[in-house]
């Protein structure tokens, strides 16, 4: 099938939420992937931060496969052995006390918010619902986690929203604590600021949110779907941050390319949902679970030294390359601010044309690689980047004879 032909099929076929890129991928390995024509596209993104350990790495492939062949799927009515391993795992490695798996990074942080009123409900009675988000924050794309996602960029013709979420400025204690009231149950924020470009909160806003939190046993809910599993360096990005949050969501990098979600829970929270409060058909999936084992048994703690590394020698490069004007966000979650006039679709579209994946996320680049990335994928991206940007720099300015066309 030729490129053309899949994109007149798509575009008949699949409903247009997607603007697409220019790239129809067929196969990939580690940091690496191919087109139709076997052409090669180092690879900044991901996938939006899912594949943590790159394209087709072999543990990975092995445990989900040898799980296929043993047991694909059997209801949450049911005992597994991969669900059960994991949520240990993942305990162990969090400090928290509990899993409970869906599907999504917006599924996870719907459990967390049904948490979180449960347990409000339950001490307090149903006045206390109130959730408190940050101005700028992206928590998924169910109503309810579109209400708690504070951008209105992304509430335009989808109302009425489930009521019950209130908004504060980010890095704004003050207005922070404003909004919170005897209706507050919970506080839930992104330690670091994905979607809404990579921005990351102090340390002292943080601080006062636990400390608001822990006076008004408020829930702490902290959005981990995209900072999580190793991505900003440590396995939570709140332990940078020194934060012990009531409830955790992850979802993107878990599955190392599987849909999965997970909502974790600490002492305090981990008996408020009981038989029949919360369910899912596919979450915990045996299969997903395997894979996503295996995920978490490759983030130790050298790999994680290793992300660490790896973004700080990226951050290096990048502060001295042409056309960047800061760099921020942690590990190998980082948000790239271009010098003026750039724009950052426009040079992610050349970049990808050039042979390199980045993603955006608003005005800035960001880039999400898989943390497996070795340092000649880095410094080969890092390479076409720059190209990209002295390109689109050194690009004499179109008159606008040429703009109109010539007559
Ligand atoms: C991507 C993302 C979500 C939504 O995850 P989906 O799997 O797309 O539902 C929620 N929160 C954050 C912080 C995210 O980055």
Request: hydrophobic share 40%; with cysteine.
């Amino acid at each position: 099938m030729y490129f053309s032909e899949l994109k007149k099929l798509d575009k008949q076929y699949i409903a247009n939420t997607y603007n697409r890129s220019e790239l129809a991928a067929v196969s990939g390995f580690g940091a690496e992937c191919a087109d139709f024509s076997e052409i090669r596209y180092i690879d900044f993104s991901s996938g939006i931060g899912v594949n943590s350990l790159g394209f087709t790495d072999k543990g990975w492939v092995d445990a989900v496969k040898e799980q296929l062949d043993k047991l694909g799927h059997i209801s949450n009515l049911y005992y597994t052995q991969p669900q059960v391993a994991l949520a240990k795992a993942l305990c162990e490695r969090t400090g928290m006390s509990r899993v409970f798996f869906a599907n999504s990074g917006a599924e996870a942080n719907e459990g967390a918010i049904k948490t979180a009123r449960k347990y409000a409900s339950d001490k307090y009675g149903g006045e206390r619902y109130e959730i408190i988000t940050l101005e700028n924050s992206f928590h998924g794309r169910t109503v309810t986690t579109l209400a708690a996602t504070g951008q209105d960029a992304f509430h335009k013709n989808f109302g009425p929203f489930t009521p019950g979420f209130v908004h504060a400025n980010a890095n704004d204690a003050d207005d922070l604590i404003s909004k919170v009231s005897d209706k507050t149950c919970a506080i839930m924020i992104e330690c670091i600021q994905g979607e809404g470009g990579v921005i990351p909160l102090q340390k002292c806003f943080i601080k006062a949110i636990a400390e608001v939190c822990r006076e008004r046993d408020i829930l702490l809910i902290t959005d981990e779907v995209q900072t999580g599993v190793g991505r900003t360096g440590k396995f939570l990005c709140g332990q940078h941050f020194g934060v012990k949050p009531d409830i955790v969501t992850l979802a993107k990098g878990l599955g190392g390319g599987l849909p999965i979600g997970a909502v974790l829970f600490s002492e305090k929270t981990k008996d408020t949902l009981g038989f029949g409060d919360h369910a899912t058909t596919f979450g915990g999936n045996p299969i997903v679970c395997a894979g996503a084992m295996r995920v978490v048994e490759a983030i130790d703690g050298k790999f994680l030294d290793e992300v660490v590394e790896k973004g700080a020698y990226i951050e290096e490069v990048l502060l001295k390359m042409r056309g960047v004007k800061s760099v921020g966000g942690k590990g190998l979650m980082l948000g790239i601010e271009l010098d003026e006039p750039l724009s950052s679709a426009e040079t992610a579209s050349e970049c990808l044309k050039n042979g390199l994946l980045i993603l955006t996320a608003k005005h800035k680049l960001r880039m999400l690689p898989p943390l497996i990335i070795g340092k000649k994928e880095i410094d080969a991206g890092l390479k076409i980047l720059q190209r990209v940007l002295c390109e689109i720099l050194d690009r004499p300015e179109e008159t606008e004879n040429e703009r109109d066309g010539h007559i």
